[in-house]
Nanobody
């Protein structure tokens, strides 16, 4: 099975940018759909964006549409989340996750993803 490790979180001012990385080991990440989710204390984990096998299809939550981009680097076995124009409400722990489900069977919910990283904190100050 695949192991995931996020990095790139930190403290940034509103309007700034961050690039989060999700590095995989154990298996090739291109064999999975990969999603980013985020969670704040007391709330459910919410979908941010996802990329399907091959990178042809992506899905983006309305909350980050136009401000985010997900991409794959298969040579590095890594998926990236570029976040721009960050807002204080983007503050959360960000998790990457991988799913073996076919795209037509994949729901953009945590329950559809089988493997998770440990998360990386993103804090946006106003």
């Amino acid at each position: 099975q695949v192991q995931l490790a996020e990095s790139g979180g930190g403290l940034v001012q509103a309007g700034g940018s961050l690039r989060l990385s999700c590095a995989a080991s154990g298996r090739t990440l291109s064999s999975y759909a990969v999603g980013w989710f985020r969670q704040v204390p007391g709330k459910e984990r919410e979908f941010v964006t996802a990329v399907m096998w091959g990178g042809a299809n992506t899905y983006v939550a309305d909350a980050v549409k136009g401000r985010s981009a997900i991409s794959r680097d298969n040579a590095k076995n890594t998926v990236y989340l570029q976040m721009n124009s960050l807002k204080p409400e983007d503050t959360a722990v960000y998790y990457c996750a991988a799913s073996e489900r076919l795209e037509r069977l994949l729901r953009l919910l945590p329950s559809s993803f089988d493997f998770w990283g440990q998360g990386t904190q993103v804090t946006v100050s106003s």
